[in-house]
């Protein structure tokens, strides 16, 4: 039997796509389905609960020095499905999107196309084995700016809320919506 809980250090960097990349093209997505409690839209929200087919978990992640959303732990543990749609009720925080795992100028990215509400967003996520890979890489053409640090753009934070009601935020950085 598998551990159903564990943990792990996440070294991410995460960005506004310019165009939906190349990459994506016949490639099969994920169709997440996240809900962030507490339901509270003035909070940033830490506590998530995904479907991604038929796999169910609860995660958190915290980051571990503050102000840094570029590395956190994260606790996971793993759901069965009478669980999760129990704990589906507990709040509306609701984010719907296709995520697309690809290799972008051979660094393995994950494609996030945003559906419902904030459909018209597009983040790039690239996950690094350590802090040198982090500190060395250079991002992609395909990248229009880096986000890690916005508070506005954090999963949490974009739960519950719509395209327009971020859109003054993205033009912050020239975002148009894909």
């Known amino acids: 039997m598998s551990n159903p809980e564990n943990s792990s250090i996440e070294l991410e960097l995460t960005f506004l796509a310019s165009r939906i990349p190349?990459?994506?093209q016949g490639v099969t997505p994920h169709h997440l389905l996240d809900i962030y409690i507490p339901e509270d839209?003035?909070?940033?929200s830490r506590l998530r609960i995904r479907?991604?087919?038929?796999?169910?978990?609860?995660?958190?992640k915290l980051p571990i020095i503050a102000n840094?959303?570029?590395?956190?732990?994260?606790?996971?543990?793993?759901?069965?499905n009478n669980e999760f749609l129990a704990l589906s009720r507990v709040s509306n925080k609701i984010i719907e999107k296709d995520r697309y795992k690809v290799?972008?100028?051979?660094?393995?990215a994950e494609v996030d196309v945003f559906m419902g509400a904030l459909r018209g967003l597009v983040l790039i996520d690239f996950?690094?084995?350590?802090?040198?890979?982090?500190?060395?890489?250079?991002?992609?053409?395909?990248?229009?700016?880096e986000?890690?640090?916005?508070?506005?753009?954090?999963?949490?934070?974009?739960?519950?809320?719509?395209?327009?009601?971020?859109?003054?935020?993205?033009?912050k950085f020239s975002y148009r919506p894909l």
Request: aromatic residues 6%.
């Open 68 to 80: 840094d959303a570029s590395v956190q732990v994260e606790h996971t543990i793993h759901l069965d």
């Open 103 to 108: 290799v972008i100028d051979g660094h393995v």
């Open 51 to 60: 479907q991604d087919n038929n796999h169910y978990e609860i995660t958190k």
């Open 22 to 24: 190349s990459e994506v």
């Open 41 to 44: 839209l003035t909070a940033h």
């Open 127 to 145: 996950e690094f084995e350590n802090s040198a890979s982090k500190l060395a890489f250079s991002p992609p053409g395909v990248c229009l700016a």
């Open 147 to 171: 986000v890690t640090h916005e508070d506005f753009i954090a999963g949490g934070n974009l739960a519950g809320r719509t395209y327009t009601e971020i859109k003054d935020e993205l033009a």
